[in-house]
């Protein structure tokens, strides 16, 4: 199981993922997060052996190409490999006239985060088919329908990188606490701004521990000193 949130924020876009790699029944700490090059970087959910096989082929793209000219390429090359898999499967074959069956035999999604000057988030499904994710937060994974219901109050918002990444670690944070069987720590979290694309260091993420913590904090004691209401709310 996975989760994986593309926060982007004025300056950048923050990826964050869980640290859980779940093969047959045993899970293990591995990475979801992956550099392109120096200014484009990637994550997936789903079906580990996809992964591997589209990652295979990110690893040959020409570097330092935009995302918007890797575009159909890269949707290509995940339509390629779960091509290849779907062949591969013994499965396949009674489910030759039904693609939507087919295409679960093996699941992944990709979500791919730049910045050129803006932050730029693509989303590409199993069947290779990419859209742009419109100044928004995005998730994927078994916890995603948590994710966005944390995220969507910061709709909008103009966040800096800083910001994005305390907010990133929040909802990975308590997304690992509350909902999907299969998701755990250690979180990852990586930036990709102005700078290029890199991973924050162990001391980086324990600083955004301490925010989120503070975060949380502060909004519970929002609530329960009444500095919420005017005048306080009436007592019965």
């Known amino acids: 199981m996975t989760l994986i949130v593309a926060i982007p924020a004025a300056d950048g876009v923050v990826l964050a993922s869980d640290g859980q790699v779940t093969t047959g029944l045993v899970r293990v700490p591995g990475k979801k997060i992956f550099e392109v090059h120096g200014r484009l970087a990637w994550a997936a959910s789903g079906e580990l052996a996809l992964i591997q096989r589209v990652a295979e082929r990110i690893g040959a793209l020409p570097r330092g190409r935009s995302l918007a000219t890797l575009r159909d390429d890269i949707g290509l090359l995940v339509k390629q490999c779960c091509t290849e898999l779907i062949n591969l499967d013994f499965r396949a074959s009674f489910f030759a006239q039904d693609p939507d069956t087919l295409l679960k035999l093996h699941p992944a999604d990709f979500v791919f985060a730049e910045f050129d000057g803006a932050p730029r988030i693509l989303h590409i499904s199993v069947d290779g088919v990419p859209e742009w ?104």
């Open 133 to 236: 994710i419109q100044e928004a937060p995005f998730a994927l994974g078994s916890g995603d329908l948590f994710a966005y219901a944390l995220l969507r109050k910061y709709q909008g918002r103009n966040l800096t990188l800083p910001r994005a990444a305390v907010l990133a670690y929040k909802v990975m944070e308590e997304a690992i606490a509350v909902d999907a069987y299969g998701l755990g720590p250690p979180i990852d979290v990586w930036q990709v701004g102005p700078e290029g694309v890199r991973s924050l260091t162990e001391e980086e993420i324990a600083a955004l521990a301490w925010a989120a913590a503070r975060l949380r904090e502060e909004e519970i004691r929002l609530l329960m000193t009444g500095e919420l209401w005017p005048q306080g709310p009436e007592e019965d």
